[in-house]
């Protein structure tokens, strides 16, 4: 029986080495400083646009506010339609260059053309552009599209606590400037401010129980700053000057609220639900989470009224 033990004439061969080429030497491709703001001329586009982009965000860095929007609007008209990822994050940049230019008008037009854009993508991409959004309306002082912003980003995160304390501020921001044009007639802000702070302190108390609520299980440094957040956040509340009964009653319903959504789980993730497909109300869990908080605030607000609002 023929094994296949035998040895190969190959086998006794002497192999020889492979020749090696004569040396090259190796340049390394080394960049100079600045090589973006040289020779910005010339060159394909993609180097062309590598350029605008570097120098854009050189200048941004070094607070060349104006500098960086020019390099950017430069470089918008390079970028294809189609790729929106380049085309947002250049748009989001130069949105930043106009807010910090205190050009409200600019900021708040691309800043909202951004989250339209975005409506169809994944929801990452739109909690940055609404994060952005809620940044140029807070710079600009329009607390009603802030307010919006945030109420929306709530919805998307509801156990990230400041999103919350965020929106509370916007409440109250809005409850301030509505308060000063409504000066010559006090008497009926007055009958709306227990509505409005019941807002204002549902979203204060919410955000502190969430952060408690990791206390424990967070690091130190963590810890620390949350500890220090929710004192901030007691310090707001105590100013607002409402009635204890009040706090008490956001408490228990926020607290009822985190503890059904801790129990229940993400609905609207899990069973892919989108708005409108069936059901009483149409909307996903997390955007039932405001709902229920608004309505809650709307209990809260009827209460309070009817029982410190008389008279």
């Not at 008209?77 to 990822?85: K, M, P, Q, R, V």
């Not at 002082?141 to 509370?168: M, N, P, R, T």
């Not at 690091?219 to 204890?244: C, D, F, P, Y």
């Given at each position: 029986?023929?094994?296949?033990?035998?040895?190969?004439?190959?086998?006794?061969?002497?192999?020889?080495?492979?020749?090696?080429?004569?040396?090259?030497?190796?340049?390394?491709?080394?960049?100079?400083?600045?090589?973006?703001?040289?020779?910005?001329?010339?060159?394909?586009?993609?180097?062309?646009?590598?350029?605008?982009?570097?120098?854009?965000?050189?200048?941004?860095?070094?607070?060349?506010?104006?500098?960086?929007?020019?390099?950017?609007?430069?470089?918008?008209?390079?970028?294809?339609?189609?790729?929106?990822?380049?085309?947002?994050?250049?748009?989001?940049?130069?949105?930043?260059?106009?807010?910090?230019?205190?050009?409200?008008?600019?900021?708040?037009?691309?800043?909202?053309?951004?989250?339209?854009?975005?409506?169809?993508?994944?929801?990452?991409?739109?909690?940055?552009?609404?994060?952005?959004?809620?940044?140029?309306?807070?710079?600009?002082?329009?607390?009603?599209?802030?307010?919006?912003?945030?109420?929306?980003l709530a919805g998307q995160q509801s156990h990230y606590a400041q999103f919350w304390l965020q929106l509370g501020q916007a409440y109250h921001q809005l409850e301030f400037s509505q308060a000063c044009q409504q000066q010559q007639q006090r008497e009926k802000a007055q009958h709306h401010s227990t509505y409005r702070y019941a807002r204002i302190v549902t979203c204060y108390v919410r955000a502190r129980l969430l952060l408690e609520s990791v206390l424990n299980t967070v690091g130190q440094m963590a810890r620390e700053?949350?500890?220090?957040?929710?004192?901030?956040?007691?310090?707001?509340?105590?100013?607002?000057?409402?009635?204890?009964?009040?706090?008490?009653?956001?408490?228990?319903?926020?607290?009822?609220?985190?503890?059904?959504?801790?129990?229940?789980?993400?609905?609207?993730?899990?069973?892919?639900?989108?708005?409108?497909?069936?059901?009483?109300?149409?909307?996903?869990?997390?955007?039932?989470?405001?709902?229920?908080?608004?309505?809650?605030?709307?209990?809260?607000?009827?209460?309070?009224?009817?029982?410190?609002?008389?008279?």
């Amino acid at each position: 029986m023929d094994l296949g033990l035998d040895f190969d004439d190959s086998d006794f061969e002497t192999k020889q080495k492979p020749r090696v080429g004569p040396l090259t030497s190796y340049n390394a491709r080394t960049c100079s400083p600045l090589w973006f703001e040289k020779s910005a001329g010339g060159g394909d586009e993609e180097l062309l646009a590598q350029r605008l982009k570097f120098s854009g965000d050189y200048h941004y860095h070094a607070e060349n506010y104006e500098a960086a929007a020019s390099k950017y609007r430069q470089l918008l008209g390079l970028i294809h339609e189609n790729n929106t990822s380049m085309r947002q994050d250049v748009e989001e940049s130069l949105c930043r260059c106009y807010m910090k230019l205190r050009q409200h008008t600019e900021s708040l037009q691309l800043a909202k053309k951004l989250v339209e854009m975005m409506k169809t993508e994944d929801e990452a991409r739109q909690r940055q552009t609404l994060i952005l959004y809620a940044q140029v309306c807070r710079c600009a002082g329009d607390w009603k599209g802030c307010v919006c912003a945030l109420e929306q980003l709530a919805g998307q995160q509801s156990h990230y606590a400041q999103f919350w304390l965020q929106l509370g501020q916007a409440y109250h921001q809005l409850e301030f400037s509505q308060a000063c044009q409504q000066q010559q007639q006090r008497e009926k802000a007055q009958h709306h401010s227990t509505y409005r702070y019941a807002r204002i302190v549902t979203c204060y108390v919410r955000a502190r129980l969430l952060l408690e609520s990791v206390l424990n299980t967070v690091g130190q440094m963590a810890r620390e700053r949350n500890e220090k957040t929710i004192q901030e956040i007691e310090k707001e509340i105590s100013q607002l000057g409402v009635s204890q009964d009040l706090t008490d009653y956001a408490i228990q319903v926020m607290r009822t609220d985190i503890e059904r959504q801790d129990f229940t789980g993400p609905v609207g993730d899990s069973d892919d639900r989108q708005p409108g497909d069936g059901g009483d109300s149409g909307v996903s869990f997390t955007q039932y989470t405001v709902f229920t908080a608004c309505c809650l605030n709307d209990r809260l607000s009827v209460t309070l009224c009817e029982e410190y609002g008389r008279g």
